[in-house]
Structures are given as structure tokens and as C-alpha cells.
């Protein structure tokens, strides 16, 4: 049990935290921020799972973050359809781009897979942009509705859609918990460890890149939707190349291929930012040179980091005490209790 | 027949890496195909395996043609291998880089994973039960928990071997498994070779150790240029003119 909760205590921690925060603080602007951070940190989930644990770096995610945001936003005021309705449309729709852009995307790899995905990042966000009859182009798209109440429960206040956001976060980071610790998550590691490798053990590459493709687009997607129900006003700028890079910047300073990555990375540079906002765009002077030498120095981020910091201490603890031999039955036995436990 | 190649030929644009080889690998034995460097031996591993799509020629396992196979589809049929350099994923523990070396045998999906049914806890136990029954196999028990960066190059060529067996193979192709590893660890190597051909599984290896090759191969291909010059037995091998002229350097006394 100790050892359960010691394993998933970040998570706890961060679940009892986030519950707990409107409590502590009354301050709406702080929720406002972290909400919003919330909805960051779904979509760098969705771009973890592809860039982190399968080795595909995307630069369309903004795009199809755009996409969700935008698919809610018509679904919602133009089509006048159901808010719930409209954002489950709205994922299924990024997702089905997703796969027709995957579909030749994933025909390239490493630095060809990042330019084509930044040219096709760039595209949607100009079909935004210029399609005027549907978009609503640079004026951007108003009175998107909140979410509509289910029972008595409803969406008006900042605090219930503080709540509501954080239910998708955490229902996005149990889903990528069970596939990153699946044979499905085995089998996406394995192809960002070798392609050839792992074709070369029956698993058929392309099927699975494309549905890590799929369910990156998927998770951006949401994040998207949620955002324009959030904020009530989109425009073309929510697509735009600068905004991929900030989810990139929050990945790699958290953990590229880590659980908590996401989490930690995203929460950091958005409440530092927030406490540097009287240097305007000086910021990145300091962003800058701190963000350079974490990737020189922990290239696998913060999380990264922390996780190699465990295993060298561990290492170095099992050399100091000769660990008694247990018996292969025994071992297995302890493995099996384990994995019981973990559900 | 188990595995036969006929006419089998690879150019890359103008070069020809391998040149019209018609071979059969038998089944239960130990196959080797040797040749100096540069003579076609990996490129005509990489078209039996499915890796390259041949410019002519055929493959067949047994009797079916599968030439155009692309490597997953192979390697469910029973055809495993292993590359020169052994890509292990180094910063997860030996089992856990053995565990989807299994996959090919399960059916669960995503689905399956998110709502952890039934079918899934199956299979992810088969999966864990495979790994540990192969890693038991190539010997390697008391490493499993190790991280695969903190292991042996001797070790980690083993890892590799069980990633391959843990597909349930038929015929193992070993690509230069004894490269880089000292003596000792060669003939422990090669002990393990011959325990996987008891246990039912036929092995084709490439090597550059003739004492080993000759004193463990059941059958011999020698490739030169891309070209077969000589196929049998290791006596046969050893006396073949061609061989000696051209792979040993046409000094008769090699």
C-alpha cells in the first residue's frame, strides 16, 4: 500500500490541491488563470502522448486545438445545437481531421514530420483567418454559450466551470495513465524506441501512430471546445503558430514522455509568467536563458529529471545493501499483489 | 521446405547487393550465412524478414509466398530477428522492454486499456508471463528488474534474443549476435543458440567468427559480392576453393 501511494501520491496531491484551491483563495482572477491552465494542460496531454511517448513531434496541435474551439463555437451559435451535443461533435470532428492529416503526416518522420505538421498547423490557422463567411474571420466568433445545465447543476459561475474543467483534466490524465501503462502504451513506446524494431515484432506501425495521431487531435480538440465555452469569444489568433510553442515550452520544461509533465510544466510557466507580467515582453529575456539550459541540463524536463534522480538514488541504494536473493515464485507472487492493487 | 529464397536480388540503384541467392534454411537447425564485409548478408536478412521489398525473386515459409509481406505481417507468421546494434529502451527495466515483444499474440485494443476489461487483464498477464518465461529461457532472471542501461553488453545482446523469442517464433534470424563480446560470452552465446534448436526453433544467423560459425552451423551459405559462391556443411565449406579464395584471401594454408 505504501508503495501504491507513494506511486500515485502526485496524483492525490494534485487532485486534493486542485479541489481544495477556490476555497483558499477567493481571489476570481486566480481561478480564471488556473482554469485556464486546466484547459492547457488537456491539450499538452493529447501533444505528450504523440511527441513524448510515441516520438512525434506535432506542430499542428494549436491548429487542431483551433479546430475544437472553433467546431463548438459554430456547432453552438450558428447551428444552434445542444452544448454537450456540440462538444462531443466538436472532438469527433478534430478527430476526423486528425486522421486525414495523419494520414500523410505520419508518411514522414522526426525533423520532415515536425515541418509538414507546422505547415499544416499554419494552414488551418489561415483557413480560420480568411474563410469570413464561416468564421467570422479576424472578428472572431461571439456568444458562445456556457455550458447548459445538467439537472441542477449549472455552468455559470466561474467557480462550477472551474469544477467542470477540472473534471475533464482529470478524466484526460486517467485515460493517459491506463495507456501509457497498457500494452498499448508499451506498443507506442516501443515505436518512438525503434520503428524497425518494433515492426519487426509484429506490430504494425502505422495503425498505431495513427491512433496515437487521432487521439492527440482528439484531446486538443477538447481542450479547444472547452476553451471557447470558457473564455465565450474566440479568434484566429487561438490557432496561431505561437501558441503551439507555448504548449511545447510547457511540455518540455514539465517532462517530455512523463505522466506529471503536463502538469507541472504547464502550471509553472503559466503562474510564473502571470508573476512576471509588470515586464511585459521583457519576460522572455529571463524565459529565454532558463528555458536553454533546462534543456541542456534535464532535456527530459522537470518531471524527467525528479524520475532519474529516484532511479540513481535506488540504484545506489540496492549496491550499498546486497538485496536478498528473493525467489523467482516469490518475486512473481509480489509482482502480482502489485498489480493488483493498481487496478 | 521451411524457408526458401528463389532468385532473390536487391539493387540499390546501380549496386547490386544481392544477386539472384536461391537458399533453404532447414527446419531445426542452425543455418549460417557468412561473407566478408559488404557482401549482402544483412540486405538478404532485411528481405527475408520483410524489412526490404525484394526487386526480384521470391520468399517462401513454408510454401507460401511471402515476399511481399511487410515485417509485422512476418513476424506473426512465426519469423523473428534481431539487428547488429540492439535497441533497448534503456531507461525502462529489462522485463519491461521484453513484455511487448508479445503484443503480436493479443487482440486487446485502446478500449480495452482505458476500461481495463477482462480481456486486457488477461492478456497483459500473458504478455508479463511470456517475458518472464523467455527471460528465464536466455538466462537472464536474475537481471529482469534492472534498468536496461545499467546491464552488460553480453546481457543486453540476451535481452535482445528474448525480445525476438518472445513472439513465439518459429525461425529466429540473428544478425551478427556475437559482435562486440569477448569469447567466454561468445560460446555462452552460442550454448543458447543450440538451446533454442532443441527447443523446436530453427535459427539463421550472419557472424563473422569462423571458428564459431564452424564448429556450430549445421548448414553454411557463403555470400560474396552478393553473390552465393558456396553452400554445405562446414567441411564442404572449408574446402571449397571458391570460399578460400575468395573469403579467406586465397591462401589455401587459412
Known sequence: ?343 | MFIETRQLTKKFGGLIAVNEVDFTIEKGKINAIIGPNGAGKSTFFNLVSGSYTPSSGQVFYKGKDITKLPPNKIASLGVARTFQTTNLFEQSTVLDNVIVGHRLRTRSNLLDAVLRTKRYKHEEKKCRDKAMEVLDFVELTHVRDELAVNISQEEKKRVAFALALATDPEVVFLDEPTAGINPGETEGLAALMEKMVKRGITVCLIEHKMKMIMKLADKIMVLNYGEKIAEGTSEEIMNNQAVIEAYLGGDASA
Open chain 1, 1 to 343: 500500500m505504501g508503495a501504491y501511494l507513494k506511486k500515485k501520491g502526485w496524483i492525490i496531491g494534485f487532485i486534493l490541491l486542485a479541489v481544495v484551491f477556490p476555497f483558499l483563495s477567493q481571489n476570481d482572477y486566480f481561478l480564471h488563470v488556473l482554469t485556464l491552465a486546466f484547459i492547457w494542460m488537456i491539450a499538452v496531454y493529447g501533444l505528450n502522448l504523440l511527441a513524448g511517448y510515441t516520438g512525434y513531434l506535432s506542430l499542428a496541435h494549436a491548429g487542431f486545438f483551433a479546430i475544437g474551439a472553433y467546431a463548438l463555437g459554430l456547432l453552438t451559435v450558428k447551428a444552434g445545437l445542444n452544448y454537450w451535443v456540440a462538444l462531443a461533435l466538436a472532438c469527433v470532428i478534430t478527430s476526423a481531421i486528425g486522421f486525414v492529416v495523419g494520414l500523410v503526416a505520419l508518411r514522414t518522420r522526426e525533423h520532415f514530420f515536425a515541418i509538414y505538421t507546422l505547415c499544416v498547423g499554419y494552414i488551418i490557422y489561415l483557413v480560420i483567418d480568411k474563410w469570413d463567411s464561416l468564421t467570422g474571420g479576424v472578428r472572431g466568433l461571439i456568444g458562445i454559450p456556457a455550458p447548459t445545465a445538467i439537472g441542477p447543476i449549472s455552468f455559470e459561475t466561474p467557480l462550477s466551470q472551474y469544477y467542470l474543467i477540472l473534471f475533464f483534466l482529470l478524466a484526460t490524465i486517467l485515460v493517459m495513465y491506463r495507456i501509457v501503462h497498457s500494452l498499448t502504451g508499451r506498443t507506442f513506446i516501443a515505436i518512438r524506441n525503434s520503428e524497425d524494431l518494433a515492426q519487426t515484432i509484429g506490430i504494425s506501425t502505422m495503425k498505431n501512430k495513427l491512433l496515437v495521431f487521432v487521439l492527440s487531435t482528439f484531446f486538443a480538440g477538447l481542450a479547444g471546445a472547452l476553451y471557447a465555452s470558457f473564455i465565450r469569444f474566440i479568434g484566429p489568433d487561438i490557432g496561431y503558430i505561437t501558441v503551439i510553442f507555448d504548449f511545447l515550452t510547457y511540455l518540455l520544461v514539465g517532462g517530455l514522455g512523463t505522466l506529471a509533465g503536463p502538469i507541472v510544466g504547464t502550471f509553472l510557466i503559466v503562474s510564473v509568467s502571470q508573476s512576471l507580467q509588470f515586464l511585459q515582453d521583457y519576460r522572455m529575456l529571463i524565459f529565454g536563458p532558463l528555458l536553454t539550459l533546462l534543456i541542456i541540463f534535464y532535456p527530459r524536463g522537470i518531471a524527467g529529471a525528479y524520475l532519474d534522480f529516484r532511479m540513481k538514488r535506488q540504484a545506489r541504494k540496492k549496491k550499498a545493501v546486497p538485496s536478498k536473493q528473493t525467489s523467482y515464485v516469490q518475486q512473481s507472487q509480489e509482482d502480482e499483489e502489485k498489480r493488483v492493487k493498481e487496478g
